[in-house]
């Protein structure tokens, strides 16, 4: 039997037959029993499902980081606000420039942690799996 196939479909052919170490014609015969059989759907069902289920999990553990993100951010909230004193009127536009430059510095601590791509989430895990992961529970062990 000639076949003949678009000389890109070939190169992915080609390029399979070798990762996988088999022949062209094991791919090809793999691929043309595949599209005969009546089980495709029920195939594309199950790899739809492995990957809705591995969204899932991708999804919960995103829950779990903003759940994280927000109880920090109450915390240093309820801490900040129990810790500053009221500033004199004097002292106010000082302390305006000096937050503005603090902020500024924020920012730029930020953006170069965001670059590398080493997020605070995962520092804090790993942080937390080198010392064994002992339980922090929120508002008495931080001293709030």
């Excluded at 997020?119 to 922090?136: P, Q």
């Amino acid at each position: 039997m000639n076949v003949y196939f678009d000389p890109a479909l070939l190169g992915q052919v080609e390029a399979l037959a070798l990762r996988r170490n088999v022949s062209k014609s094991a791919v090809i015969e793999a691929a043309v029993a595949s599209f005969l059989s009546g089980d495709t759907s029920e195939r594309m069902e199950a790899a739809l499902s492995r990957r809705l289920d591995r969204l899932g999990r991708q999804v919960e553990g995103l829950d779990e980081d903003l759940a994280v993100l927000g109880e920090t951010l109450s915390l240093f909230i309820r801490f900040w606000m129990t810790v500053t004193p009221p500033l004199p009127e004097a002292a106010r536009d000082a302390a305006r420039a000096k937050g503005a430059e603090r902020f500024e510095g924020f920012l730029q601590s930020l953006g170069r942690k965001l670059a590398t791509g080493d997020r605070f989430l995962r520092e804090v895990s790993r942080d937390r799996t080198a010392e064994g992961g002992a339980d922090v529970v929120p508002g008495k062990d931080e001293g709030v």
